[in-house]
C-alpha cells in the first residue's frame, strides 16, 4: 500500500509562524503535541466528546483531536502555551486555584479555553449558561462547582473593574 503524500502546511501557533510537511491524516492535537512539543493539549477520548484537547482556531474553540492539522492552512492556533500574556487568562487561572477547581489537571487545558471563551463572549452568564457551556469539557474530579465558582468570579471582576 502507498503512503499518504506529505503535504506542506503553514499556519501561526501561539503567535509565530509555523512550517512543516505533514501526512493529511495528522490530527491537530498530534501535530501540536508530537511535532511542536506543546504538551498542554491533552489527549483524552480522541473523539471530541472530553474536551481536554479544546484549543483556539482563528479565536475559536475547536476539539484539536477532531481537525487535521492540513486543513488549517493559513490559520492561527492558539494552545494553552499561547496565553501567558492574556488577562483574563491569568485571572481564570487564579480563580480557578483560588476556587479549588483544579484537582488532577487532565481536563485543566482545555477547561481554561472554554472558560476564557465564556468570559469573553457571554460576559452575563449566570450558573445554568456557564454550566451549559461547560458541557463539552468532562472533568471527574471537581465536580464542576469549583470551575463555575471560579468563571462566575472572573465574570464579576470584569464587571466590577471600570472601563478606560
Do not use: W
Not at 491524516?25 to 506543546?38: G, I, K, N, T
Not at 484549543?55 to 492556533?77: H, M, Q, T, W, Y
Not at 494552545?79 to 483560588?98: C, H, K, N, P, Q
Amino acid at each position: 500500500m502507498k503512503p499518504p503524500a506529505m503535504k506542506q502546511l503553514a499556519m501561526i501557533v501561539n503567535g509565530r509562524p509555523v512550517t512543516d510537511t505533514v501526512e493529511p491524516r495528522l490530527s491537530l492535537a498530534d501535530f501540536v503535541r508530537e511535532r511542536l512539543q506543546l504538551t498542554g493539549t491533552h489527549l483524552g477520548c480522541e473523539t471530541g466528546v472530553c474536551g481536554a484537547c479544546t484549543v483556539l482556531i482563528d479565536n475559536i474553540p475547536i476539539r484539536s483531536c477532531l481537525v487535521f492539522a492540513i486543513s488549517l492552512n493559513g490559520c492561527e492556533v492558539r494552545t494553552i502555551e499561547g496565553f501567558d500574556d492574556d488577562d483574563v487568562m491569568y485571572a481564570l487561572r487564579a480563580a480557578f486555584s483560588e476556587d479549588h477547581a483544579l484537582q488532577c489537571g487532565f481536563c485543566t487545558p482545555g477547561m481554561l479555553v472554554t472558560a476564557r471563551d465564556i468570559v469573553l463572549r457571554l460576559p452575563d452568564a449566570g450558573e445554568h449558561e456557564i454550566r451549559q457551556e461547560l458541557s463539552g469539557n468532562l472533568c471527574r474530579c471537581t465536580g464542576y462547582m469549583g470551575i463555575v465558582d471560579a468563571i462566575q468570579r472572573v465574570l464579576r471582576q470584569r464587571k466590577a473593574k471600570p472601563a478606560y
